[in-house]
Structure formats: structure tokens, C-alpha cells
């Protein structure tokens, strides 16, 4: 017998790619279960599925910074500066990032490249190994949202979260939609989906300097003046990244999603006063903000 339950979740994470840097990314997940019926004549109780599989997903792999561990572009250590927390230096093909945060904000990934295939690899053991015995398959299929528009890869943390979304590398593929006097403008949604394509999104607020921000002897060695460094300490710990400047938008506030739609908004309108603009901006899959300016 076979039980499905479709779009058991979104996981929200950011992984390390070679070639792009770090990456944003929201893919939603399906489970389908095969095996023989439990004394409850159910292949396993849709509560269960629901909350405990899903928690399994979200503390293995949602809200995290996904480092494929057999590949060259990634060294991780334990962090010298606190227990428990950890350093992650990345090369890549668009400039050298380096972080420091508590370990539970990285997951390892066996794998050369973060892919679908490798993050199924990784959630199937993980989950499988914690199901009843009358469950004797799983298939967890990952996919990313189909988005017929322009959308974007961002990556951030709130440091004033108080869940997982505090962590300084978690993020979203999202769509935008942009109104310029109640038209939809798709070439606005194109500009801004090209300039927020791989983007890291830190808070001018966050800025720290080379005396106080705490990053690997690695990385301390190596930052450059293309490197723009962001800290913050937030309930989880200590939270460090140093960012090429290639790959990084400095906002003037928090980058809630409400706070990225009021800062789209601002700049569409700074640019031509004369005009009115509606910005939805998305967080990952079916949620967002609007701004109306
Ligand atoms: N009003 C807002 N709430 C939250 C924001 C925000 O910008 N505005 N942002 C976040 C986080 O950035 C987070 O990445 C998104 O969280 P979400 O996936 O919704 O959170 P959960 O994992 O708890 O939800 P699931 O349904 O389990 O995916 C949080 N809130």
C-alpha cells in the first residue's frame, strides 16, 4: 500500500555552490510511503507524517547553509573564538565568503555539489532510519516551485528572530511582482531579479570591522578589501560573515520581506518621484509582503 501526502513542506536554506557562490534556495517537499498496514489499518497515521517527518526535514536541512563536504570549495573547523560554534571558508567562481556560527546552522552534505538528488539522498537515511517497521519504503521527492516570472536567489539572517530565521545564512528563491502606476512592469521585475540574482542581503546596521568581527585564522589571512564583514549575536550565538562585494546588497534596515518590499519600493520611487509603485515581494513560496509607495 502507498500513502502520499504532497507539499508536506517548504524547506528554506541557502547551499555552497562552486560556481555561484552561496545560493538561496526554497524547494517544497512530497513524501510517499510504502509498506503493510498498521494495527490502525494505515500505512502510518497522517498526523505523524505531517508533524514528525516534517520536523525531521525542517532540523536536518530548513533555514541552514548546506556545505557539500567532499568538495574543494568548502574547510570547515571548529571555531577557536566559542564552543559549539563553528568556521565555514567557501571559494568560489564569484569571490571567497567566510563564516563563523553556532554549528547548528551548517549541515554537512556527503556530496561534491548541492543538488536535488544529493539533499534526497540525505533526508531519506535520516528520515527512514526513524520510521516504524511496517514502513518499508519512502520516496521524498524535492522540487522547486514553477515560476513562469523573473525570480531571484537571496540569502540572510534576522537577527532579531527568535526561531531559526536568525541564522546569518538562510534563504529564498522568490518571485516579485512590481506595479509602476498599477502596470505590471515586467522589465522593473527583470532589473531586479538580474541585480538580486545570487544576492547576499546584509543590514548597514550589522556592519562590523576587522577588529571585532571573528572568522577564521583562514579567513583573516585571506579578506581582502572586496570583502565587506556583517555580525550580530542573537539567541542561537554568534553569528559572522564576510561577503564579496560582488554578491552583496547592503539595505538600510532588517530584511524581513516586509522591510525588502518597503526597500524596492523606496528605490523605485526615489528614482522617479512622479511616479506610484505596489512592490509584492516574495518569501520563498507563497508568502511575502506588499508595499505601496
Ligand atoms: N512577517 C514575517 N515573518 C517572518 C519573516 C518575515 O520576513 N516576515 N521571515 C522569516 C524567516 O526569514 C524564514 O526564512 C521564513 O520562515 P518560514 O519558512 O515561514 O518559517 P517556518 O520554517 O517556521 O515555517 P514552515 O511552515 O515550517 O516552513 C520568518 N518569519
Not at 526513524?130 to 514502513?135: D, E, M, S, T
Not at 538580474?194 to 572568522?215: C, F, K, M, P
Not at 524581513?256 to 523605485?268: F, H, K, M, N, P
Request: hydrophobic share 40%; aromatic share 8%; charged share 25%.
Amino acid at each position: 500500500m502507498q500513502l502520499f501526502v504532497d507539499n508536506l513542506t517548504v524547506i528554506d536554506f541557502s547551499y555552497v555552490c562552486p560556481k555561484r557562490g552561496i545560493v538561496g534556495e526554497s524547494w517544497i517537499v512530497d513524501v510517499l510511503l510504502n509498506g503493510d498496514l498498521n494495527e490502525q489499518s494505515m500505512v502510518l497515521d497522517f498526523g505523524i507524517v505531517k508533524k514528525q517527518i516534517k520536523a525531521i526535514i525542517d532540523e536536518a536541512v530548513d533555514h541552514k547553509l548546506l556545505l557539500p563536504i567532499l568538495s574543494d570549495s568548502v574547510i570547515s573547523s571548529a571555531s577557536a573564538h566559542r564552543a559549539g560554534h563553528e568556521y565555514v571558508d567557501i571559494t568560489s567562481k564569484v569571490g571567497n565568503y567566510f563564516l563563523h556560527s553556532p554549528a547548528c546552522a551548517f549541515t554537512h552534505i556527503n556530496a561534491q555539489t548541492i543538488t536535488i538528488n544529493s539533499v534526497t539522498e540525505h533526508l531519506t537515511k535520516i528520515i527512514f532510519d526513524q520510521l516504524p517497521n511496517n514502513v518499508q519504503g519512502l520516496t521524498i521527492k524535492l522540487r522547486a516551485e514553477a515560476i513562469p516570472s523573473d525570480y531571484y536567489h537571496y540569502t540572510h539572517g534576522l537577527k532579531l528572530h527568535d526561531g531559526n530565521c536568525q541564522r546569518i545564512a538562510h534563504g529564498h528563491r522568490s518571485k516579485i511582482k512590481l506595479f509602476e502606476n498599477d502596470k505590471r512592469s515586467e522589465t522593473l521585475e527583470h532589473f531586479w531579479c538580474q541585480r538580486w540574482e545570487d544576492i547576499y542581503i546584509a543590514s548597514e546596521s550589522d556592519r562590523v570591522d576587522l577588529a571585532t568581527v571573528e572568522l577564521s585564522p583562514n579567513a583573516m589571512k585571506n579578506l581582502d578589501k572586496n570583502h565587506q564583514l556583517f555580525a550580530y549575536h542573537a539567541p542561537q550565538g554568534r553569528f559572522d560573515i564576510a561577503v564579496p562585494s560582488n554578491k552583496l546588497e547592503v539595505v538600510d534596515c532588517d530584511s524581513t520581506v516586509e522591510l525588502l518590499a518597503d526597500y524596492v519600493a523606496r528605490q523605485l520611487k526615489k528614482a522617479k518621484p512622479g511616479n506610484n509603485y505596489r512592490v509584492v515581494a516574495y518569501e520563498g513560496v507563497a508568502k511575502g509582503a506588499i508595499a505601496n509607495v
